[in-house]
């Protein structure tokens, strides 16, 4: 009854916004599959948010998870929106053995494949599209092993910069109950400031292209490899996360997830006369 109500009220503010329901235009509508197109709970708004943390906003924290249309940058383009952690926009989700294959092309990981209600890659484009502001953003990681033991990473902020830069991933600092396995480089292996690299694009560090580097005939895919991962969350057989998932430890599934920044403070300096946060 709860969620019918929820439905309802996102109904009328489409409504009061001006809605036009006949037509769902998304830049990435490959990853909803034509049968699915019904289930994008703001379809017709005029104004669009820009993540779902600003729809979970614009609904009074009413909006539930599900497909939501955003729009990052000039185009709209469909994506799931965790709201009940908070309004996270998810960029990734792999399930170990999935049946999405994530042993994809740069043009495959620069537009998004998979589905976006299950497994799936964003798309580096619009990954860049949202991180890049104006506003901070940061990264969420969510892994979920055998046991059904959650943990999660935060990374603040986080910046994937645009193709030119080959995608590059930028990294601040971490906090969580997993380890940080993307700028401790415990196991030698640093992927911030590193950056992406496909079977078709080789960018990394290693004298071999890491993406194409297989275990058990399933190769790496793509990802901001060093030389080559002490993480990889593309990986389809072996979901990896330095000790908290690996081959002797096995994780089930994996999210990666953006949203703005915790508000920060700027404080007048007497002394130096400059903001300091």
């Known amino acids: 009854m709860k969620s019918l109500w929820l439905v309802a009220v996102l109904q009328l503010m489409l409504y009061v916004n001006g809605v036009d329901m006949e037509h769902l235009k998304a830049d990435n509508l490959k990853i909803l599959a034509a049968e699915k197109h019904n289930q994008v709970l703001n ?87 949202l991180t890049r502001g104006p506003g901070r953003y940061k990264l969420g990681v969510k892994l979920v092993d055998k046991d059904a033991i959650t943990k999660m990473g935060e990374y603040d902020p986080v910046l994937v910069e645009d193709e030119a830069a080959g995608f590059r991933l930028r990294l601040g600092l971490f906090q969580g109950t997993a380890v940080d396995a993307l700028t401790l480089d415990t196991e030698n292996y640093l992927h911030d400031n590193q950056r992406f690299t496909t079977k078709d694009r080789d960018n990394d560090n290693y004298f071999q292209n890491c993406a194409k580097l297989e275990f058990q005939g399933v190769a790496g895919g793509g990802w901001w490899y060093d030389a080559c991962a002490g993480a990889n969350l593309n990986r389809r057989n072996v979901i990896y996360w330095q000790k908290d998932c690996n081959k002797e430890r096995l994780c089930k599934y994996a999210w990666m997830m953006v949203k703005p920044s915790d508000t920060f403070k700027v404080v007048q300096s007497a002394d130096c006369r400059k903001d300091e946060l």
């Not at 779902?52 to 924290?61: I, K, R, V």
């Not at 994530?102 to 798309?123: N, R």
């Open 43 to 129: 379809q017709g708004m005029k104004v669009l948010p820009r993540d779902c943390h600003e729809m979970l906003l614009t609904s009074s924290g009413l909006a539930r998870d599900g497909v939501y249309l955003i729009q990052p940058g000039d185009a709209p383009i469909v994506v799931y929106c965790a709201m009940q952690e908070g309004g996270w926009t998810v960029v990734q989700h792999i399930t170990v053995n999935s049946s999405v294959n994530f042993d994809c092309t740069w043009a495959e990981y620069k537009h998004g494949f998979g589905d976006v209600t299950g497994d799936h890659w964003l798309g580096n484009e619009y990954l860049h599209q």
